[in-house]
């Protein structure tokens, strides 16, 4: 079946670049995702990437796709403390309904 | 601008006791969800609807039922709560159109203990 797995924790300095990675099995899925959980809330998309493209920047972040090895990372640049929350990868099903499969979250911790 | 509404916010409630955990969305979206998020688990979808009247199981919907009469409304269903069900949960919604990203929007979460 499918998974997505992330590393449990990420502890970087304010200032320096945050690497979060991810890996997906669903060679089928047509778009994947980072999501921002912040405490004591919902989710919220970060960016997106489709899955013919290999790199995207959306302003602090980059989003590097290696299809081939089903890797995806998200990189953060100038981290703040802001930016620390527990972030999801997640890619969808493929499928007629699009259902998202999410990864277990990773949690960065940023250090002032 | 109010997006995905849960309530309750938090719930204790004791084994065997059973409960409506309620989702409410005002942006016309045809999917809903609810997922349980459980630490270090990631999220687990639990239901989904792809429309009014129109619900399916996601990959742990045992002890759960929804339903969907309308398509802003979409409550969760604990018969006989049990300490396996302690968790949040969240709901969410989404308007998936061909060749584009499906954005989920998400509830603020709903957090319950069964004890």
């Known amino acids: 079946g499918e998974d997505v797995e992330q590393s449990l924790f990420l502890s970087v300095r304010e200032g320096d670049s945050s690497v979060i990675n991810c890996t997906y099995t669903?060679?089928?899925?047509?778009?994947l995702y980072w999501y921002k959980q912040e405490p004591g809330a919902g989710l919220q998309l970060l960016t997106y990437?489709?899955?013919?493209?290999d790199m995207k920047q959306d302003q602090r972040l980059t989003v590097l796709l290696n299809k081939k090895d089903k890797h995806l990372s998200l990189r953060i640049a100038d981290t703040q403390t802001g930016d620390s929350a527990i972030y999801f990868c997640?890619?969808?099903?493929?499928?007629?309904?699009?259902?998202?499969?999410f990864g277990t979250g990773t949690l960065l911790a940023v250090q002032p | 601008n109010a997006g995905v509404t849960q309530t309750p916010k938090f719930r204790i409630l004791k084994i065997g006791q059973s409960m409506t955990l309620q989702c409410a969305q005002d942006?016309?979206?045809?999917?809903m969800y609810w997922y349980r998020q459980d630490p270090g688990m990631g999220l687990k979808l639990i239901y989904y609807?792809?429309?009014?009247?129109?619900?399916d199981k996601g990959e742990v919907p045992n002890g759960y039922n929804v339903s969907r009469s309308t398509t802003e409304d979409f409550p969760l269903r604990l018969e006989l709560a049990a300490p396996s069900q302690t968790s949040v949960y969240f709901c969410?919604?989404?308007?998936?159109?061909?060749?584009?990203?499906?954005?989920?929007?998400f509830g603020s979460g709903t957090q319950l203990s069964v004890l």
């Open positions: 942006m016309n979206h045809n999917y």
């Open positions: 609807s792809v429309g009014a009247g129109i619900t």
């Open positions: 997640a890619e969808n099903d493929g499928g007629a309904t699009n259902k998202l499969i």
């Open positions: 969410a919604s989404s308007s998936p159109q061909a060749g584009t990203n499906e954005k989920l929007f």
């Open positions: 990437i489709f899955s013919n493209m």
């Open positions: 669903d060679s089928s899925s047509t778009y």
